[in-house]
């Protein structure tokens, strides 16, 4: 009987405390995971607001509305009771750029465009050229397969590499074509596709090492079958 009567209490104060009182009304959004976007900007962009209760909050359309942003791939969202929302924002990265007739876009690795080039700030990045690629749109994704296997190639190849890509390009009978240019020497790596890859960069990485310790000038380096590569002098 005592143990009912407290059960009661019990359901009773909690029933006060939600409907009655601030105490489980969300006053504080705390957010995580975020490199390039401000916080105040994804707290607002949840459109939960505060002064709302924890437990009516709606998680999935908190959801839809932070992925409204092309840099956020996905949110999780959890309760801290009893006031506390928390975002865990999961934000794209900038793998290339892709060139259409001098108008660049940021893409990541799967050919999704983040964002339009307009003050020369992706100058970094590898540059796609020659796509039979229409003007995409900001938030969707490049219809073009053969553009997106070039993305997958820079994004998996070695951060010393990736970092001297001046240009990318596609053949339909080489597959993904790459610019390199280390300082000590430029020439095209010829990569072919996506498959094998460790493979294909750890012969490469091997390639280039002895390349720069023999100071060898090179035309290009094919490393479509990574067994047998071919350098070109």
């Not at 750029?97 to 080039?117: P, T």
Request: aromatic share 10%; proline share 4%; net charge positive.
């Amino acid at each position: 009987m005592f143990l009912l009567v407290l059960s009661v209490i019990f359901v009773a104060l909690i029933v006060y405390l939600v409907f009655f009182t601030d105490f489980f009304t969300v006053k504080k959004i705390h957010v995580t995971g975020v490199s390039r976007l401000d916080k105040d900007y994804v707290k607002k962009l949840t459109g939960s607001g505060l002064k709302q209760s924890i437990f009516t909050l709606n998680v999935h359309r908190i959801e839809s509305n932070l992925k409204t942003n092309p840099w956020i791939e996905k949110a999780d969202i959890s309760r801290a009771l009893p006031d506390t929302l928390r975002v865990r924002v999961h934000e794209r990265v900038v793998c290339a750029v892709i060139d259409i007739e001098g108008v660049r876009f940021a893409v990541d690795s799967g050919g999704y465009v983040l964002d339009r080039e307009k003050n020369k700030e992706y100058a970094g990045y590898p540059a796609l050229k020659n796509a039979a690629v229409k003007t995409p749109t900001v938030g969707t994704y490049i219809s073009d397969s053969k553009a997106r296997k070039c993305f997958q190639v820079i994004a998996g190849l070695p951060g010393p590499i990736k970092k001297v890509i001046k240009e990318a390009y596609f053949s339909t009978i080489k597959g993904t074509c790459l610019k390199i240019n280390f300082g000590w020497g430029a020439f095209e790596l010829i990569y072919g596709t996506p498959e094998e890859s460790k493979l294909k960069n750890e012969m490469l990485l091997a390639v280039i090492s002895d390349i720069e310790a023999n100071s060898r000038k090179v035309k290009y380096v094919d490393v479509r079958v990574p067994e047998a590569p071919v350098i070109r002098e």
